[in-house]
Nanobody, 114 residues
Framework: QVQLAESGGGLAQPGGSLRLSCAPS????????IGWYRQAAGKQREVVAR????????YADSVQGRFTIYRDNAAQNLVYLQMNNLKPEDTAVYYCHHLGSHTWGQGTQVPVSS
């Protein structure tokens, strides 16, 4: 079974950048589909970006052009979310998810504030 661990969150200023990492462990077969989701206080969890096993990528409209999801060159199941031009409305707990499973990471907080 796959476990996921996020890292890289923390306080960011508006216009700033952060890179989140999603590191899987456990038994894996081939490439995993990994999604980044976020949940702001008082709101439902929403999808941010997904990278599928065939490397097809989809972004939420709200982050298109600012966020980039990509795989590590050496460890193909290590997935990053590069977040640029952060806005206060990006403030949330960010989770990674093994697509098609019930597996989620523990979440990492990203407050965006001056």
């Amino acid at each position: 079974q796959v476990q996921l661990a996020e890292s890289g969150g923390g306080l960011a200023q508006p216009g700033g950048s952060l890179r989140l990492s999603c590191a899987p462990s456990g038994t894996m077969f081939g490439r995993l589909g990994i999604g980044w989701y976020r949940q702001a206080a008082g709101k439902q969890r929403e999808v941010v970006a997904r990278i599928f096993p065939d490397d097809n990528i989809k972004y939420a409209d709200s982050v298109q052009g600012r966020f980039t999801i990509y795989r590590d060159n050496a460890a193909q199941n290590l997935v990053y979310l590069q977040m640029n031009n952060l806005k206060p409305e990006d403030t949330a707990v960010y989770y990674c998810h093994h697509l098609g499973s019930h597996t989620w990471g523990q979440g990492t907080q990203v407050p965006v504030s001056s």
